[in-house]
Each structure stands twice: as C-alpha cells, then as structure tokens.
C-alpha cells in the first residue's frame, strides 16, 4: 500500500535553532517528492520538489534530502524564525497515473 | 497562488442541507482537485477532473458530487450535509510540469 509518514507529528523550538524533518514513503514507482509549508488558515505552498536522481535541494535556510533507495526524505530548517511556524507537509507522485500521496504533516513551533 | 479562488471562505450550515463550494482558476489548467483536511488524517482526495466534464472519484467521495462545465471552475456539493463533513476543503490545480499542485486558500465549513 502507498503511504507517506510523517515524524515528529509536532515539534516546538527556540528561535535561531536548527531541525530537521522527516518523511519515509513507500509510493512506488515514484516520480517526485515535495514539501508544503501550511501557515494556520491557507493552503499548502510549494517549498521544494525532488526527483529520483536528486539528493539534496535548497530553498534558502530550507534544505531538502532524498535517499531513494531507502525511501526517505529530510527537510532541515536553519537558523529557525518566527514565521517558520507552520505545518510542514510530504508529498509524494506515483509515475504511472494521477496519483499524490500525503503525509499527515509535521506542526512545528517556533518559541522566542 | 496560481490564481486560485474559493468561495465561500467561510460557510455554517445545517444538517441535511445542500451545500456547493466553487474553486474557481484563471490559468487554464487542465486537472483540478478537491480535498478535505481534517486533524489526524492529512489532505484527503475527494474528487478530482481532468477536463470539462471529466471526473472522477477520490477515496473519501462519498456524500460528495462535483461538476466541471468550464475549464475554470470546479464545483463541489454536498447534496445532504453531515456533520462528519465539517472540515476544511481545499481546491487544487495541477501545474503545467505536472509535477506539482497549487492550492487554494481553502473553504472552512461547519455543519451543525
């Protein structure tokens, strides 16, 4: 069965700390993997995208990793703000149809 | 955003009323979906088209029907509201690539 996991479900950190995000999916045949950043009442917007061959990604201090052999993918965040408080959300495309697969997301919280 | 709309923004209905939200895109994008986003469950499909009246079932349809007469909209109903259909719905597009969505600002509906 496709699946995309999400871990930790939550998180809260000091401002300026670093984290790390986790996504372990067993979509197969893949295509891509992207992660969403949710702020509190909007939709999902695209923060990075990753194909099979891609390792490591960058949107600013976001950096996404992907390991295809072993179906993972990371999402660290650095030097953490305020406005990174969000919901972070997986998302993975099966090849062959029409198909995405959600995670059910990672709230994080960023403290002052 | 990709020139995404939803109406209403907000709705409040009563039990066993009908119910039809409207998305609503300027981009002429050929795939557009509806999904419902509920705590614990992530983005769920509830239905997606892939042209003018083309579509097809998600894996939550039930107690849901949509229509697509024009490229740019996708219409939503609840011919009977539930309360288990309080939740926040979200309208998506496809990109051009094909390889990502752009979603709508969402639709926050209460049904008492």
């Known amino acids: 069965k496709n699946q995309v996991e999400q871990s930790p479900q939550s998180l809260i950190i000091l401002e300026g700390k670093n984290c790390t995000l986790q996504?372990?999916?067993?979509?197969?045949?893949?295509?891509?993997l992207r992660w969403y950043k949710q702020d509190t009442g909007r939709g999902p917007v695209s923060l990075t995208i990753?194909?099979?061959?891609?390792n490591t990604k960058s949107n600013g201090r976001y950096t996404a990793t992907l390991d295809a052999d072993t179906k993972q993918s990371s999402l660290h965040i650095t030097a953490s703000q305020l406005s990174d408080s969000a919901s972070y959300i997986c998302v993975v495309s099966e090849a062959t149809g029409n198909q995405f697969y959600f995670g059910t997301g990672t709230s994080l919280t960023v403290i002052p | 955003d990709a020139g995404i709309t939803q109406s209403p923004r907000h709705k409040v209905t009563e039990t066993g009323t009908p119910v039809t939200l409207r998305c609503h895109q300027t981009?002429?994008?050929?795939?557009m979906y509806w999904y419902r986003q509920d705590p614990g469950h992530g983005l769920r499909l509830i239905h997606y088209s892939y042209g003018v009246k083309d579509t097809d079932k998600g894996e939550v349809s039930d107690g849901y029907s949509v229509s697509r007469s024009k490229t740019e909209d996708f219409l939503l109903t609840l011919e009977s509201a539930t309360s288990s259909q309080t939740s926040v719905y979200f309208c998506a597009i496809r990109g051009s690539l094909g390889s990502e969505q752009y979603f709508g600002p969402g639709t926050r509906l209460t049904v008492t």
């Open positions: 996504c372990n999916y067993t979509v197969s045949p893949f295509s891509n």
């Open positions: 990753m194909t099979f061959s891609e």
């Open positions: 981009e002429n994008h050929r795939y």
